[in-house]
C-alpha cells in the first residue's frame, strides 16, 4: 500500500505551525513552528524533506483557509507542484468533538488527523489570478470606506440635533459632511476601477449575463464571481443557496420537534446581505417579483419569508442565465408552458 505523509498546518499573522502525521493511529508525531514568510517557507520544506522518506508526490499538505495568512505559503506550495489543501475552518472545527484545550500546536496536529480521515476530499489550492485578486483587494477597501461612511453619517446626525446649541457642534456637522462627501468620491473611484478590472477580464461574459437580471447591481454581481470562482464551484442554484444562507431546511424528530422548514445561520452573511438588498429591490421594481410580493403580502406571508423566497428566485434566475448564456428578459413568456 502507497504510504502518504499528512502534515498539518495552523496558520497565525507572524508564523505556522506544522505537524507530521503518516497514519491517524500515530501517537509520536514531529511538530514544528516556522515564520510565516518567504524565508520561513524555504526553511519549512529543507525541514520537511529530512523528517521522512516518503517521496514529495505523496505529501498532502492541509490547513484552514485564514485568507491572507494562510495566502503565502499555499501559493509558494503550489509554484513547488505540491498538494495544499486550504479547508473551510468551521468544517474542521466541527470534526474535532468536544476539546477542552486549544493551542496552535494541538490545532496542527487535529489538522492533520482531519487531512487522514476525509482524504478522499481534499481539493488542490489553486492561486487566483491577477483580476480576481484585485477586485478582492478593492472590494475590501471598498467595504472599510463604506463602513467609515456609515459611521460618520451617524455622527453627523446625532450631532445635528444640537446644532443650533454651539459653535462647535455646527463646526463638527459640517466638517462631518464635507468628510461624508469625500469618502463617497473615493468609493465612486474604487467602484470604477472594479468595473474596469471585471469588464476587461474572463469573467465579463458572466458579470454581464447576471447583471441582466433586475435587482443585480455591480457590486452583488462581482461578490456571487469571487465567492463562486466565476460560477465554477456549484453545480446548481440550491447549492449557492445554501452557501448563502437562504435555502430552507426541515427540522423534524420523532412527534415532539416539527418547527416547519428554516433557513440555516452556516452562511456567507456578505453574500445574504447583498441578497437581501437585490430582494428588496427587485419586490419594487421587477415586475414578475413586484407582483408576487404583493400578492403574498395581502394573503398574510410574513416580509422575512417574502424576501427569503425572491432571494432564491434570483438565484434560480441568475443560474439559468448563466447555464444558457441568455441574458435575462423580464417579459420572456415560457413556449411549453401552454402545453403544460
Known amino acids: 500500500m502507497k504510504k502518504f505523509l499528512f502534515i498539518g498546518i495552523d496558520f497565525s499573522k507572524s508564523s505556522f505551525d506544522v505537524t507530521l502525521l503518516e497514519n491517524i493511529g500515530q501517537k509520536c508525531f514531529v511538530h514544528k513552528e516556522f515564520e510565516n514568510e518567504p524565508d520561513g517557507y524555504k526553511s519549512f520544506l529543507k525541514w520537511l524533506a529530512k523528517q521522512s522518506k516518503i517521496k514529495r508526490e505523496s505529501w498532502l499538505f492541509c490547513g484552514e483557509h485564514t485568507g491572507l495568512y494562510s495566502r503565502g505559503l499555499s501559493e509558494f506550495l503550489a509554484k513547488k507542484n505540491l498538494f495544499m489543501w486550504l479547508e473551510n475552518p468551521l468544517q474542521i472545527k466541527c470534526s474535532w468533538g468536544i476539546k477542552r484545550g486549544k493551542t496552535d500546536k494541538i490545532d496542527s496536529l487535529e489538522i492533520a488527523r482531519y487531512a487522514i480521515r476525509f482524504q478522499d476530499k481534499a481539493i488542490a489550492y489553486k492561486p487566483v489570478d491577477k483580476e480576481t485578486d484585485s477586485l478582492k483587494l478593492l472590494f475590501s477597501y471598498r467595504e472599510r470606506l463604506v463602513k467609515t461612511k456609515v459611521a460618520m453619517e451617524i455622527s453627523a446626525k446625532e450631532i445635528r440635533k444640537v446644532i443650533s446649541r454651539d459653535e462647535t457642534s455646527r463646526y463638527i456637522f459640517e466638517d462631518s459632511n464635507r468628510e461624508i462627501e469625500r469618502i463617497k468620491k473615493k468609493i465612486e473611484n474604487v467602484e470604477s476601477k472594479m468595473h474596469k478590472i471585471i469588464i476587461n477580464s474572463q469573467a465579463r461574459e458572466n458579470y454581464l449575463l447576471v447583471t441582466s437580471v433586475k435587482g443585480i447591481g455591480m457590486i452583488t454581481a462581482i461578490s456571487l464571481i469571487m465567492r463562486t470562482n466565476n460560477f465554477a464551484s456549484f453545480e446548481n442554484a440550491r447549492q449557492l443557496a445554501c452557501y448563502c444562507g437562504c435555502a430552507p431546511f426541515e427540522k423534524t424528530s420523532g412527534t415532539s420537534i416539527n418547527s416547519g422548514t428554516h433557513?440555516?445561520?452556516?452562511?456567507?452573511?456578505?453574500?445574504?446581505?447583498?441578497?437581501?438588498?437585490?430582494?428588496?429591490?427587485?419586490?419594487?421594481?421587477?415586475k414578475k417579483m413586484s407582483a408576487?410580493?404583493?400578492?403574498?403580502?395581502?394573503?398574510?406571508?410574513?416580509?422575512?419569508?417574502?424576501?427569503?423566497n425572491i432571494r432564491n428566485k434570483l438565484i434560480q434566475i441568475?443560474?439559468?442565465?448563466?447555464?444558457?448564456?441568455?441574458?435575462?428578459?423580464?417579459?420572456?413568456?415560457?413556449?411549453?408552458?401552454?402545453c403544460a
Open 263 to 286: 433557513i440555516s445561520r452556516l452562511a456567507n452573511r456578505e453574500l445574504k446581505v447583498l441578497l437581501t438588498q437585490c430582494a428588496r429591490s427587485a419586490a419594487l421594481y421587477n
Open 292 to 308: 408576487y410580493y404583493q400578492r403574498k403580502k395581502a394573503e398574510g406571508k410574513a416580509d422575512k419569508v417574502l424576501i427569503n
Open 318 to 338: 441568475i443560474f439559468a442565465v448563466i447555464k444558457h448564456k441568455t441574458p435575462y428578459r423580464e417579459n420572456y413568456l415560457n413556449p411549453w408552458a401552454e
